[in-house]
Structures are given as structure tokens and as C-alpha cells.
């Protein structure tokens, strides 16, 4: 079965580095675009970042110059490599799968998700 199950994370100070993996199996991972969301309590879930098919990237404003997102398609892995976090990186951070090899951070419509990971910044 399909399966993308995140891991890498916890908690930080503000201005403190985490990365964030995602492993998938299930799918042929490199068909696949991907991307990570955020949902934050309250609020509606957001894209992060997606990475398409052959490696191009698209960041939401709120996180580009801060956050790198990359794959391993050896690995069938996601990464997100978060820099200089803030209070309101706070949320649960999903990793998805997408059939479009070129979707970009509004055009992005996953397929699969993942079961999520917590990421908290403390002031």
C-alpha cells in the first residue's frame, strides 16, 4: 500500500534549524512531484514547498530564503531542511505525493499524504 510517513519533527527555539524527512513506498516515487504542507491549530492547512519531477522548486513567500526542500529518489525520501524558524512555523507538517510533474506551491494537488509531523518554535 502507499504509504509517505514523515519524521524529523519536534521542538526548537526561534532561529533554530530542523529537517524534516519523508520516506515513500507504495508508488512509483519518481513520477511523482512533492510537496509539504503545514497546518497550523486554527488555521486552514497551507502548502510549504513543492519539488517536481525533475527538481525544480516553489516555496510560499512566508518560507522561501528560510526553508529547502530537496529529494533523494534513490532513497524514495523527501526532506525539508527548515533555517531560521519562527514562532509561526509552528503547525503540523505533512509531506505529499502528486501525479504532475510540474506542479508549482498553487498548482500542486496531492495525491497521497502522509500522517504528519509536529514542528514547534518556542520565542
Known amino acids: 500500500q502507499v504509504q509517505l510517513v514523515e519524521s524529523g519533527g519536534g521542538s526548537v527555539q526561534a532561529g533554530g534549524s530542523l529537517s524534516l524527512s519523508c520516506v515513500a513506498s507504495g508508488f512509483t516515487f519518481g513520477y511523482y512531484s512533492l510537496g509539504w504542507f503545514r497546518q497550523a491549530p486554527g488555521k486552514e492547512r497551507e502548502g510549504v514547498a513543492v519539488?517536481?519531477?525533475?527538481?525544480?522548486?516553489s516555496y510560499a513567500d512566508s518560507v522561501k530564503g528560510r526553508f529547502t526542500i530537496s529529494r533523494d529518489n534513490a532513497k524514495n525520501t523527501l526532506y525539508l531542511h527548515m533555517n531560521s524558524l519562527k514562532p509561526e512555523d509552528t503547525a503540523m507538517y505533512y509531506c505529499?505525493?502528486?501525479?504532475?510533474?510540474?506542479?508549482?506551491?498553487?498548482?500542486?494537488?496531492?495525491?497521497?499524504w502522509g500522517q504528519g509531523t509536529q514542528v514547534i518554535v518556542s520565542s
Open positions: 505529499a505525493a502528486d501525479r504532475h510533474f510540474w506542479p508549482t506551491i498553487a498548482t500542486i494537488t496531492p495525491d497521497y
Open positions: 519539488i517536481a519531477t525533475g527538481g525544480s522548486t
